[in-house]
């Protein structure tokens, strides 16, 4: 194996098991871009007050 633990792996595979790379990647790709606007709009009232 590649050194890491064996949920970690199926977690993985459960994840991504059946895409392709791309397929992988864009949801990657999506999954990072939902967070950065989930904290946006949760962090933007804070920082739209500091001066």
């Known amino acids: ?4 633990p064996v949920q970690t792996f199926t977690d993985w595979c459960n994840k991504f ?3 392709d790379v791309p397929e ?3 949801l990657k790709d999506l999954e990072s871009e939902n967070t950065r606007e989930c904290l946006a709009n ?3 009232p804070a920082c739209a007050n500091r001066t």
């Open 24 to 26: 992988a990647r864009c």
């Open 42 to 44: 949760e962090l933007g």
């Open 17 to 19: 098991g059946g895409l």
């Open 1 to 4: 194996m590649h050194n890491i």
